[in-house]
């Protein structure tokens, strides 16, 4: 299945304009200062789309490498490193999170923005997290965030629709989502709409399905990876636990 496709990259920053980035960064530094046994220089984006946090990373002192299979959303990510001028620090490397090999290991590794829950089969998951323990030195760092299973069931996806001013004329986005319980997914229908002097100028339809986790799963899954789950909280608030109202939620683990 692809998904992120050209259409779909081209108005992912516009649909996401709003969404914090930096306060995100800040809440892995915290977690940085918070469980890492030392100093964090060195990051692995895992899934790092248009680099949203890899570039704000970058900027702020980190060597940044980002990793991701869409060439679509690395097309934009480069664009903006190229127009922001940023330095050498910063570099982006299409992959599978599944089964690249940079053959070097890194402070600390990322998985943001549900990244993990793109992995969809028992093996993909182990494959990906694999992917992060081989990258991570030990003792390193693993900050990642998931749909939270109790939030998802009890909530429940709903129809959705995103209307996005732009310069030229808006992007209108369309979601909607049905649960399959035994698989722990979520499938989400996309149809998304770029409108420009009134006309529509591109469209796209992506089908994405998005897997939840719950924390015994979690646990499990990063212990048979080598890893050891030090925390997971409210992704806004890690100190939080998660609840049936946290939809989504931030896990800290270590490398072992």
Same mark, same amino acid.
């Given at each position: 299945m692809s998904v992120f496709g050209h259409?779909?990259?081209?108005?992912?920053?516009?649909?996401?304009?709003?969404?914090?980035?930096?306060?995100?960064?800040?809440?892995?530094?915290?977690?940085?200062?918070?469980?890492?046994?030392?100093?964090?220089?060195?990051? +692995?984006?895992?899934?790092?789309?248009?680099?949203?946090? #890899?570039?704000?990373?970058? &900027?702020?002192?980190?060597? /940044?490498?980002? $990793?991701d299979r869409s060439e679509s959303m690395l097309f934009q990510a480069r664009q903006k490193q190229a127009l922001a001028g940023e330095n050498g620090t910063l570099t982006f490397r299409h992959g599978d999170i599944r089964s690249v090999d940079l053959a070097r290991q890194y402070d600390a590794v990322l998985m943001m923005f549900a990244v993990l829950g793109y992995q969809g089969e028992n093996d993909d998951v182990l494959a990906a997290l694999k992917t992060a323990?081989?990258?991570?030195?030990?003792?390193? +760092?693993?900050?990642?965030?998931?749909?939270?299973?109790? #939030?998802?069931?009890?909530? &429940?996806?709903?129809?959705? /629709?995103?209307? $996005?001013?732009?310069?030229?004329?808006?992007?209108?986005?369309?979601?909607s989502g049905a649960i399959d319980p035994m698989h722990h997914t979520c499938t989400v229908s996309y149809q998304i709409w770029k409108i420009a002097d009134a006309q529509l100028v591109a469209e796209a339809e992506e089908t994405h399905v998005m897997r939840y986790y719950f924390p015994l799963e979690l646990d499990l899954f990063l212990a048979f990876s080598g890893f050891r789950l030090l925390r997971l909280g409210a992704f806004s608030d890690v100190d939080r636990d998660p609840d049936e109202t946290t939809w989504c939620c931030l896990g800290v683990a270590q490398a072992i």
């Open positions: 259409d779909y990259a081209d108005c992912y920053d516009v649909l996401y304009g709003d969404k914090d980035y930096s306060a995100e960064c800040d809440l892995v530094e915290a977690a940085f200062r918070k469980y890492g046994d030392g100093s964090i220089v060195s990051i +692995l984006d895992l899934g790092c789309g248009t680099g949203n946090h #890899a570039l704000p990373l970058s &900027r702020r002192g980190y060597d /940044v490498t980002g $990793v323990r081989r990258h991570a030195r030990p003792g390193g +760092l693993f900050v990642f965030d998931v749909w939270y299973g109790p #939030a998802v069931l009890h909530e &429940r996806p709903s129809q959705r /629709v995103r209307v $996005v001013p732009t310069r030229e004329g808006k992007v209108v986005r369309f979601a």
